[in-house]
């Protein structure tokens, strides 16, 4: 009975013993296991805090091993500290302006409009300033580069250009921008803009004109209280690559500055980008003088065909009138509905005037021709006992002898007769007398306007034969002229 008790006893207490070591061993395995449990979550905690901005939150620390790209670094937005600041307003708010350089380098001018009157240029925009807010510090003084993510987030000048028509930033394959910001806060933002902007073009001596165009950089919100724009480099801040336009030649590029007001805002800086372009000549020459010259010596041709040859000379005046207005028609749909007289307006319609007036003289040359037929018929004959042989008159055409010879007008000359002797003897005057068969006098008489018309339509032969002087001449003239005026 003893002994039964006693191993009772002793099974008793290992029984509690084993309770009592595994109650010890779950309260040491709890409390351990809870403490790295609130490890790992503050952990995770000052990791979100620190990179919240990382994918997940989080840092594979066996993929840091392998790609030595996921280092943990400050992120630029914490180096630059753009949460601590308001970018809405600009450096310096309150004291004075805040002066940004500029520089441009052209790339290229794509198009010059004369309908339009506008040009469309590419070029590379630069912008320097400073912004203390964005100091960073540095062991190596080393300045860090940005795309246009960065420039959302912090202030820059708001450029814009004036008189433009339509502009963009080209965005392939990224935007093309560039920020790059120095450890003192030192800033380079760099665009690529194409800008179509107006041209006031004076069109006076087109072709051989010469335009000066410009484009206008101002700051849109900014006054000069709170902005300075100005050249960075001086005459140097303008830069242009090797352009070269179908039709212009740049004569020279240059910067300038100036100060813009405006009625209700006051006073802005405004920089300016003249450049000069001078018009090649060599295009226009051989699509509109040439054959303008052409077509007015073909008009000339005229003069020297027969006068009775009414069809040939009459088609070929109608071709040239024809092809003078298709040529003027050409120039005219390619070049801005201005109000006044450009210089190739004057060429073209002198050149037609005198593709016209070789039309115009044929008309009169065959109307003086029909008033000699009628005189010839009303009249008749000239008398038989005037010997005449054929003659050849001055338009190459052989006549025969019906030519009417009358006498000019206010002639104190009886008719002619075959005798000379049956004339009658001439008066004596003062005395003086010509001894009878001596020497004839001839009498120079002066004839007068009448007189000379008359005679050009008795004659009208010699209105082709004056043409084909006076026509020549008189356009050599006007080229004179006109080009030591345009040239």
């Given at each position: 009975m003893k002994a039964s008790s006693s191993s009772g006893v002793r099974r008793a207490l290992a029984?509690?013993?084993?309770?009592?070591?595994?109650?010890?061993?779950?309260?040491?395995?709890?409390?351990?296991?809870?403490?790295?449990?609130?490890?790992?979550?503050?952990?995770?905690?000052?990791?979100?805090?620190?990179?919240?901005?990382?994918?997940?939150?989080?840092?594979?620390?066996?993929?840091?091993?392998?790609?030595?790209?996921?280092?943990?670094?400050?992120?630029?937005?914490?180096?630059?500290?753009?949460?601590?600041h308001d970018f809405a307003i600009r450096p310096g708010f309150g004291a004075s302006a805040v002066p940004v350089g500029i520089d441009v380098q052209v790339e290229s001018i794509d198009s010059i409009s004369e309908v339009n009157m506008d040009f469309t240029m590419t070029l590379y925009l630069r912008h320097y300033w400073k912004d203390a807010r964005l100091a960073f510090p540095s062991r190596n003084n080393r300045s860090r580069t940005f795309d246009g993510r960065l420039v959302r987030k912090i202030w820059v000048p708001d450029v814009f250009f004036v008189h433009s028509k339509r502009s963009f930033i080209h965005d392939t394959t990224m935007d093309n921008i560039m920020l790059r910001i120095a450890p003192d806060g030192n800033i380079l933002y760099s665009v690529r803009i194409t800008v179509t902007a107006l041209c006031s073009m004076d069109f006076s001596r087109f072709p051989l004109d010469?335009?000066?165009?410009?484009?206008?950089?101002?700051?849109?919100?900014?006054?000069?209280?709170?902005?300075?724009?100005?050249?960075?480099?001086?005459?140097?801040?303008?830069?242009?690559?090797?352009?070269?336009?179908?039709?212009?030649?740049?004569?020279?590029?240059?910067?300038?500055?100036?100060?813009?007001?405006?009625?209700?805002?006051?006073?802005?800086n405004r920089l300016y980008i003249h450049f000069i372009l001078r018009r090649h000549i060599f295009f226009f020459m051989l699509q509109a003088y040439f054959p303008t010259m052409l077509m007015v010596l073909l008009s000339w041709v005229s003069f020297w065909i027969d006068r009775r040859a009414v069809p040939a000379r009459v088609s070929l005046g109608m071709t040239t009138v024809l092809t003078m207005s298709t040529i003027i028609t050409g120039v005219s749909s390619s070049m801005p509905q201005v109000s006044y007289v450009k210089a190739v307006d004057i060429y073209l319609w002198t050149s037609f005037l005198f593709v016209f007036l070789s039309v115009i003289e044929y008309a009169a040359v065959n109307y003086c021709t029909t008033l000699e037929e009628m005189r010839k018929m009303r009249r008749g004959r000239i008398p038989s006992t005037f010997d005449a042989s054929q003659a050849m008159a001055f338009d190459g055409c052989f006549h025969d002898d019906e030519i009417e010879l009358t006498p000019y007008p206010g002639s104190r000359c009886r008719t002619m007769t075959s005798d000379p002797r049956e004339s009658p003897a001439p008066s004596v005057a003062g005395g003086n007398a010509h001894p009878e068969g001596g020497a004839g006098v001839r009498l120079r008489r002066r004839r007068s306007l009448r007189a000379h018309v008359d005679l050009l339509l008795s004659h009208s032969y010699m209105i082709d034969s004056y043409s084909r002087v006076v026509f020549p001449m008189s356009y050599l003239l006007f080229n004179v002229i006109y080009w030591s005026l345009y040239s």
């Open positions: 029984l509690a013993l084993c309770l009592a070591a595994g109650l010890v061993a779950v309260v040491t395995g709890g409390g351990a296991g809870g403490k790295s449990s609130g490890r790992r979550k503050n952990k995770e905690v000052f990791l979100l805090g620190e990179n919240k901005f990382q994918f997940g939150g989080r840092i594979d620390y066996r993929l840091k091993k392998q790609d030595s790209t996921k280092t943990l670094v400050v992120k630029s937005e914490q180096l630059l500290r753009i949460q601590d010469t335009q000066n165009c410009s484009l206008e950089l101002e700051s849109y919100a900014y006054n000069e209280n709170d902005l300075m724009l100005y050249w960075k480099n001086g005459n140097n801040s303008l830069r242009t690559d090797d352009i070269v336009l179908s039709q212009f030649f740049i004569e020279e590029f240059q910067s300038s500055y100036g100060l813009a007001f405006y009625s209700s805002t006051g006073w802005y």
